[in-house]
């Protein structure tokens, strides 16, 4: 099978020929129709994730199920499916309450094992990790929510709690960032974003924020909100973003910490003396497990929500290779996802970057015939 790979850290991925991926007993093979590059990608190709060599990217897809291995029960070739970035055992106490995005032996496609860069990937324990796609979920959209937006989700509902009305702060508009101010409208609440750059903040108003801020000054959000946000979710994980979070709360506020705290930032401090005597709840997101796909797809089929707002353009999956190594350089979040096509899908016009996608017709409409057909296509996600 076609599939891109890259042979060391910093090496050209390029398109090369795979053996066919064995099915284990308890997994599925997937007939990849969509899948999302983001900068956990780069990451791995650059060498600061370390994963086996060589590797083929691709963690956020869906697709077609081409091949279930003898002990599955629950999903049957040609069923249309996608899996969270994180695929549980299955069997563990934390995957068995449904908590699989912490499950600690995990597998993820992409950097444990080959990717969704490729006409076909494995997921393993395939009936607790297969999600089943609603058929009014295409498999752009399906791509595109499978993991920043997933994580947005995740981070707002099961760990914060948020509620109509309350007032949300979101500090940093990147892919997560975004994807939380659409949520977080969607569900009703009051979105407060900031971001120092003017076109994410232009973007996330676009969205649903209410209000937009270059900077998370604790007295202008007191002052908007009359006390302080119920919830607040840095996206951008560093230590004055997650006190600015903290700070920003009212008294039994809610701050998620779903921006990675890496290198220098994983031991920061954070204001105690106010998650003391607030009563202020801290907790950490990451990712989302299958259990928790049936009411996000749910949400998408009745319209309430649509990922596909966040989709930016299309491109086909032999340029996945140029978008992964493009992220070398900093990407606007408000350029929104790139998607990737092959074959007569080649030929469709070109999206204009930070293009909206309009909630009926959209242009992955005019693709399903070319994907139902057995083309693969490669959903891009700029940061
Ligand atoms: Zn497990
Ligand atoms: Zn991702």
């Keep these: 099978m076609h599939a891109i790979s890259y042979p060391d850290y910093g090496a050209t991925p390029t398109m090369v020929d795979l053996p066919e991926p064995v099915c284990p007993p308890d997994g599925a093979v997937v007939a990849v129709r969509a899948t999302g590059v983001c900068r956990s990608d780069w990451h791995a190709w650059r060498g600061h994730d370390p994963v086996p060599l060589p590797m083929v990217p691709g963690h956020e897809f869906a697709g077609v199920v081409s091949e279930v291995g003898r002990l599955v029960k629950g999903f049957a070739v040609g069923d249309r499916v996608t899996a969270p970035f994180v695929n549980g055992c299955g069997r563990c106490t934390w995957c068995r309450d449904g908590h699989a995005q912490v499950c600690p032996d995990q597998e993820q496609p992409g950097f444990t094992r080959l990717g969704s860069f490729a006409e076909r990937v494995v997921v393993t324990a395939a ?37 109509r009305d309350d007032w949300l702060l979101v500090i940093g508009c990147g892919g997560v960032g975004l994807s939380a101010v659409l949520i977080g409208h969607a569900l009703g609440a009051r979105v407060i974003a900031v971001d120092p750059s003017a076109s ?15 900077e998370a000054d604790p007295e202008v959000i007191r002052d908007i909100t009359q006390g302080g946000a119920q919830v607040s979710i840095d996206a951008v994980g560093s230590a004055a973003t997650a006190s600015a979070g903290v700070l920003g709360l009212s008294r039994r506020g809610r701050h998620v910490q779903a921006g990675l705290m890496l290198g220098a930032n994983a031991n920061a401090p954070l204001p105690w003396d106010r998650v003391i005597a607030h009563e202020l709840t801290v907790v950490g997101s990451h990712g989302m497990a299958a259990a928790e796909y049936p009411q996000l797809l749910a949400l998408i089929e009745t319209g309430a929500l649509d990922p596909g707002q966040l989709v930016g353009r299309v491109v086909d999956l032999t340029q996945a290779s140029e978008e992964l190594m493009a992220l070398d350089r900093p990407v606007s979040a408000a350029a929104g996802i790139v998607v990737a096509t092959v074959g007569r899908e080649a030929t469709a016009p070109p999206t ?32």
Aim: with cysteine; glycine share 6%.
């Design 352 to 383: 204009p970057a930070g293009h909206k996608v309009p909630r009926d017709g959209r242009e992955d409409a005019n693709l399903r015939p070319a994907a139902e057909a057995g083309m693969t296509r490669c959903v891009i996600v700029n940061e």
């Design 200 to 214: 994410a903040r232009d973007r996330a108003a676009e969205l649903g924020a209410s209000r937009v801020l270059a």
């Design 127 to 163: 009936d607790f990790n297969l999600v089943r796609l609603p058929q009014a979920v295409d498999f752009v959209t399906a791509a595109a929510l499978g993991c920043r937006f997933a994580t947005a989700y995740h981070a707002l509902t099961t760990q914060a709690q948020l509620a």
